[in-house]
């Protein structure tokens, strides 16, 4: 199966991978592309003390450019969402990480049930604001750092037609709602998808999925859990 793969180029390396192992066949457009803030995370590190939290890989990609200024901190406790952003951290060197299995709102809920007095949120922009509201209604202390942004990349029109011609994509992954967006804003791609409704749109969680337009929501299947391994699970 042809696979369309629409993350940032560094995330959709690896599941180029994990599809060719399953079979398929990795389509690469990468839509949006990370600006890291070492610095802002380097100072926030330094202003506070306790637990961190991050909702994406991205911000540990972002603390691992820090080098020696980040060792002190490898022995606070670190909250993740999804296994696979846990990992990550693990990697890098943190002793102390627990995983969420769900979204942002079950990341809080971790959080609070390990009684947590206080949180630094590594943060990326934009976000969608679950975590943070939360944190909010549980009356948890916490303070934000934005030390990343993902900022739009327009493939040219003959990528687009490069992609859809001939051996066209079976299935599209979208693993955000952001993601969703920029796809559908892109003429030749709305228009490629409506021509070929028989391609699927696999979305990561009901949230993603609800950015699809109308039009095409026959196309859409649902990940039962909002972690790749389960996405990938559609094929």
Same mark, same amino acid.
């Given at each position: 199966?042809?696979?369309?793969v629409?993350?940032?180029?560094?995330?959709?390396?690896r599941?180029a991978q994990?599809?060719?192992d399953?079979?398929?066949?990795?389509?690469?457009?990468?839509?949006?592309r990370?600006?890291?803030?070492?610095?802002a995370?380097?100072?926030?590190?330094?202003?506070t003390?306790?637990?961190?939290?991050v909702?994406s890989?991205?911000?540990?990609?972002?603390v691992?450019?820090?080098g020696e200024k980040?060792r002190p901190h490898?022995?606070r406790?670190l909250?993740a969402v999804g296994?696979?952003?846990a990992?990550?951290?693990?990697r @890098?060197?943190?002793?102390?990480? !627990?995983?969420a299995?769900?979204?942002?709102?079950? &990341?809080?809920? =971790?959080?609070a +049930?390990? *009684?947590?007095?206080?949180l630094?949120?590594?943060?990326g922009?934009p976000?969608?604001?679950?975590?943070?509201?939360?944190?909010c209604?549980l009356?948890i202390?916490?303070s934000v750092?934005?030390?990343?942004r993902?900022?739009?990349v327009?493939?040219?029109?003959?990528?687009?037609?490069?992609?859809?011609?001939g051996?066209r994509?079976?299935?599209?992954?979208?693993?955000s709602r952001?993601?969703v967006?920029d796809?559908?804003h @892109?003429a030749?791609?709305?228009? !490629?998808l409506?021509?070929?409704?028989?391609?699927? &749109?696999?979305? =990561?969680?009901? +949230?993603v *999925?609800q950015?699809?337009?109308?039009s095409l929501?026959?196309t859409?299947?649902?990940?039962?859990?909002?972690?790749?391994q389960?996405?990938?699970?559609l094929?």
């Amino acid at each position: 199966m042809r696979v369309l793969v629409t993350r940032p180029a560094h995330s959709a390396t690896r599941t180029a991978q994990r599809l060719r192992d399953l079979g398929h066949e990795p389509l690469l457009l990468p839509l949006r592309r990370p600006q890291h803030d070492s610095a802002a995370a380097a100072g926030a590190l330094e202003a506070t003390s306790g637990a961190i939290a991050v909702t994406s890989a991205e911000a540990v990609r972002v603390v691992s450019a820090l080098g020696e200024k980040l060792r002190p901190h490898l022995l606070r406790p670190l909250f993740a969402v999804g296994e696979m952003t846990a990992q990550e951290a693990r990697r @890098l060197g943190f002793r102390s990480v !627990a995983a969420a299995a769900g979204n942002g709102r079950d &990341l809080a809920d =971790l959080v609070a +049930a390990q *009684a947590t007095e206080e949180l630094l949120y590594l943060a990326g922009m934009p976000r969608a604001e679950t975590f943070e509201t939360r944190l909010c209604q549980l009356g948890i202390r916490f303070s934000v750092v934005e030390c990343y942004r993902m900022t739009p990349v327009a493939p040219s029109p003959a990528e687009i037609e490069a992609l859809f011609s001939g051996g066209r994509p079976n299935a599209v992954l979208f693993y955000s709602r952001q993601t969703v967006e920029d796809f559908f804003h @892109l003429a030749e791609l709305r228009s !490629a998808l409506s021509e070929h409704r028989e391609i699927r &749109l696999l979305c =990561l969680s009901e +949230a993603v *999925a609800q950015a699809i337009p109308m039009s095409l929501k026959k196309t859409v299947t649902i990940s039962s859990m909002p972690d790749e391994q389960s996405l990938l699970s559609l094929l």
